[in-house]
């Protein structure tokens, strides 16, 4: 019982305070664990803690030994309590969801993950696995007065082109860490180009169509020309080693929705350079445009993907002219010609459920798929896991993890987009 985290809460005015006697408690779908110190980790930095409205905590009583949902706080019956959630810096995986139940009339949560967290001593821990230590969007790394130098410096460089001037949005607006990188001159810079989509994604951040969710930032309004987006390419390539530059974006659709300037854009970035890695993050449902992508110069893709079973698929991309099949279908493309990533959105409870993983042991054995990138889903976890269904026997997602890279060691892991010359697989 010395391992177990104290229970955190807040109240109405947002005050976290700790609950003596009672662990903190994480969830995945149906199943409720209490924190140990173990198997979390101190709160990564850049992580923030939130109070999660019209929920009730769920928390362990220590002295009684069961779960219990405190709607007030114990200590003092007048005060009512909130659960607390980590949404946790990037690179670290949530293995398990803060635990709570909702109040009537719940609205929608924001779109975030929300990381269980409890109490060791005087830190902070919360429910993660570590995937990936690079700090390409640690926010010591992104100081605001070079952000903002570097655009200035930019605006002169690229006066009229519309592609940096969307750019800059991002990153001063925003807070858009891709888009302060390039600015900064890191690792990789963004490419947005698509204003369409030709899915409905339940957590999309830049379009929520008659939904009670704000988005997160709004998606781009116009198609850069090839022009525009080679200049911004070309720019960061020559300026930056071992350089990744991406198209799809959250400030915009799917790419695929606009191959018509990306194809003409890559080649003439391939007609100045081989260097750099020219990626492509998108939902892969049109074969036949990811074999001319990478016949035009593209060098990976990074394929989102929910689940990798179809009904989950569906239920969360809810696609629009496109099947599953054609995702699997440019996936086998893509292994053929060049690296394979998967953007895996994964939520505890479905991720690690055995139907997932034996249908994902099925697809990488394939070996079409170099790189699985970690991703926690951002959407409301309860909402979530009703719209799944039902999901049995959850493994646990640090032993999801541990399996894989001991059943495919050829398989990387990460978070962010790799440059080629760390290619492997």
Not at 22 to 49: C, I, N, R, W
Not at 302 to 316: F, H
């Amino acid at each position: 019982m010395k391992n177990y985290l104290t229970a955190i809460v807040a109240n109405r005015e947002g005050e976290i305070f700790d609950l003596d006697g009672y662990a903190a408690v994480g969830m995945s779908s149906s199943e409720l664990t209490p924190l140990t110190h173990e198997k979390t980790q101190d709160l990564p930095f850049g992580s923030e803690l939130m109070l999660l409205p019209d929920r009730i905590p769920v928390l362990f009583n220590l002295s009684s030994g069961k779960f219990e949902s405190l709607s007030k706080n114990p200590f003092d019956e007048s005060e009512d309590i909130f659960p607390v959630a980590a949404f946790n810096s990037p690179g670290y995986v949530v293995s398990n969801v803060s635990a709570y139940e909702e109040r009537p009339a719940a609205s929608f949560l924001p779109l975030f993950s929300y990381g269980g967290v409890g109490l060791s001593g005087d830190s902070f821990r919360s429910s993660v696995v570590l995937i990936d230590s690079e700090k390409r969007q640690d926010l010591r790394e992104m100081p605001e007065e070079k952000v903002r130098s570097g655009a200035k410096e930019l605006k002169k460089l690229m006066k009229d082109n519309r592609l940096r001037e969307h750019i800059t949005k991002c990153a001063l607006d925003y807070g858009c860490p891709a888009a302060k990188n390039f600015f900064l001159g890191r690792f990789e810079a963004p490419l947005p180009t698509s204003k369409s989509c030709n899915a409905r994604c339940l957590g999309c951040i830049s379009l929520q169509d008659n939904s009670e969710i704000p988005h997160c930032q709004n998606r781009i309004v116009f198609t850069p020309t090839p022009s525009e987006i080679a200049e911004v390419a070309l720019y960061h390539i020559n300026r930056v080693k071992n350089s990744v530059v991406s198209f799809g974006q959250g400030c915009e659709g799917d790419p695929l929705m606009a191959t018509d300037v990306i194809i003409p854009a890559i080649k003439m970035i391939r007609e100045k350079t081989d260097t750099g890695t020219i990626n492509m993050n998108t939902n892969a449902s049109i074969p036949s445009k990811i074999e001319e992508l990478f016949d035009a110069g593209l060098d990976s893709i990074r394929v989102s993907m929910n689940s990798v079973r179809e009904d989950c698929y569906n239920a969360y991309y809810r696609p629009k002219g496109y099947t599953f099949k054609d995702v699997l279908e440019s996936i086998s493309v893509a292994g053929k010609k060049g690296f394979v990533s998967i953007n895996y959105l994964n939520s505890p409870g479905v991720t690690d459920s055995t139907d997932e993983v034996d249908t994902l042991f099925n697809l990488l054995s394939k070996d079409s798929i170099n790189q699985i990138q970690w991703r926690n889903l951002n959407y409301d976890p309860l909402r979530y896991w009703e719209s799944m269904g039902t999901c049995k026997d959850s493994i646990g997602m640090d032993n999801l993890i541990e399996k894989i890279k001991k059943n495919f060691p050829k398989l990387t892991h990460g978070y962010f987009n790799p440059p080629k010359e760390r290619f492997k697989g």
